[in-house]
């Protein structure tokens, strides 16, 4: 048990973790607001399709990046001074993306963009566990869970009203220079508001061979897949081998860094815990599927179906408060319930997103579509709020507490690196089909039946942890 001796609670403590919670929600929301100004983008900056990939797909790659790495440098460095640096790192990026020029300017932009929110993010954790005890803690992480959770079902929305607000071809920037005056008044509080930094003794390798590496294998990984419509031939499937051999580098290179006696950037002796492994990977192939849905369901509301930005973020709407509404009911009954819940939940965005797969074949091209996939994306928002958290709280019940904080960061990573494959294959999916066939409607079935093989993949991994579970019992 943590000792508490000695603890004095600081007066500030919820007004700083207002800020830290208030800049997070910012980082995260930009995951999901972009979405319904992707249209606008790609008519604003010429932007090919792989390009639009990208600005999706770039942000959540550098975000799982970084996320690791970025909590030791807290650890080492003072969480305040981190926080600050990348919260100013995170407005520069931001005023970025607004001013691109170019598609490469804003996914370089956006490349930027998301390593800032990976470095800031673990320090609302750090800020949590420096500054709470006891009930208070827990009180601290609900509210960072409910932030969360909010962050994603607003995203579309907000940016809808953004591009509502401003129907020029400019409109789009607002959606990134936004965060500029947030996140200014968001420094000056913080600068205030968060405790000083004290600054640890240990010096641990932040592991930059073994980023590299992994951030290398990746994009190897993903390139051939985002360019496919730009690049023809059989030449840049070659990609693809040297990515796997990348791959092999970075699990040599991370055993070496830990016979040396440093922690890695993944732990590979948290894969021998069962629970972790395949919750972790449960976690990777269900963020790869539903994250893909709002890039592909954006573009066919707005240039198939001729939707306005608003309109198309509240279309989606129901799928992101069915999810937030089920997140916290999740919560308080996966201790009761198991495995076994995070399966019902797939079951239920699995059914959401073949019923809506039907819809979209029925009424596609008339003007009540969105009203019309309402309650299949509510259905399966409600099964994404029974997957999420209490996946997280399975897949983490079992590793040790000294490494819970490792642990959460690797999930963390698989979720991000997760979002970035998804939105990779299944735009690749959606591309290739609406050029093929002419029809936004085929695209969308397609990339929905896409989306909906990663979600059995995810199945299948919760159907094996819950046999192991019971064998085990």
């Not at 968060?194 to 600054?199: E, G, N, Y």
């Not at 983490?396 to 959460?408: E, F, I, K, M, Y």
């Not at 690797?410 to 690749?428: F, K």
């Amino acid at each position: 048990m943590e000792d508490d001796e000695g603890y004095q609670p600081d007066p500030r403590r919820w007004r700083a973790l207002t800020v830290c919670l208030s800049a997070g929600f910012m980082t995260l929301l930009d995951i999901s607001i972009v979405n319904v100004a992707l249209p606008s983008i790609r008519d604003g900056l010429d932007a090919s399709p792989g390009q639009l990939q990208w600005v999706l797909a770039g942000y959540s790659l550098a975000f799982g990046l970084v996320l690791v790495p970025a909590g030791r440098v807290g650890d080492a460095r003072g969480r305040r001074t981190v926080f600050l640096a990348a919260l100013a790192l995170f407005v520069l990026t931001s005023t970025a993306a607004g001013l691109a020029q170019s598609g490469w300017w804003l996914v370089a932009a956006r490349l930027a963009q998301g390593a800032a929110a990976g470095l800031l993010n673990p320090q609302t954790n750090g800020v949590i566990q420096d500054m709470f005890r006891g009930a208070e803690r827990g009180r601290a992480f609900g509210a960072m869970g409910a932030t969360i959770g909010l962050s994603t079902a607003v995203g579309p929305l907000a940016g809808g009203l953004i591009l509502a607000l401003d129907t020029s071809s400019e409109g789009w920037r607002w959606v990134f220079l936004v965060n500029v005056p947030v996140g200014l008044v968001a420094i000056l509080l913080g600068w205030r508001l968060l405790p000083a930094d004290r600054h640890s003794s240990r010096r641990e390798s932040l592991d930059p061979v073994g980023t590299g590496l992994l951030g290398a294998a990746l994009v190897l990984l993903l390139l051939p897949l985002v360019q496919e419509r730009q690049w023809t031939g059989w030449l840049p499937w070659l990609l693809v081998p040297a990515g796997l051999a990348a791959v092999m580098l970075f699990v040599r290179w991370e055993r070496r860094f830990v016979a040396r006696g440093h922690a890695p950037l993944i732990d590979p002796d948290l894969y021998h815990l069962r629970s972790f492994r395949l919750g972790s990977l449960l976690a990777a192939a269900y963020f790869a599927g539903f994250t893909s849905l709002f890039f592909v369901l954006a573009l066919f509301l707005q240039v198939g179906e001729d939707y306005s930005p608003l309109m198309s973020g509240l279309a989606v709407t129901p799928f992101a408060l069915g999810s937030a509404a089920a997140a916290a009911a999740g919560g308080r009954i996966v201790a009761y319930a198991g495995r076994k819940l995070v399966m019902v939940g797939l079951t239920l965005v699995i059914g959401g997103l073949i019923v809506t797969d039907v819809v979209v074949a029925i009424v596609g091209g008339e003007s009540y579509i969105g009203w019309a996939m309402a309650v299949p994306l509510l259905v399966a928002g409600i099964g994404s709020g029974l997957v999420i958290a209490p996946n997280r709280t399975l897949t983490l019940a079992d590793v040790p507490v000294q490494r819970g904080g490792v642990a959460s960061g690797v999930l963390q990573v698989g979720q991000r690196v997760g979002s970035s494959v998804g939105i990779a294959c299944v735009g690749a999916v959606f591309f290739h089909v609406q050029s093929r066939a002419g029809s936004w409607a085929d695209g969308v079935t397609w990339s929905l039946w896409a989306a909906i093989g990663f979600l059995a993949v995810a199945f299948a991994l919760g159907v094996a942890d819950w046999r192991g579970r019971a064998a085990a019992a």
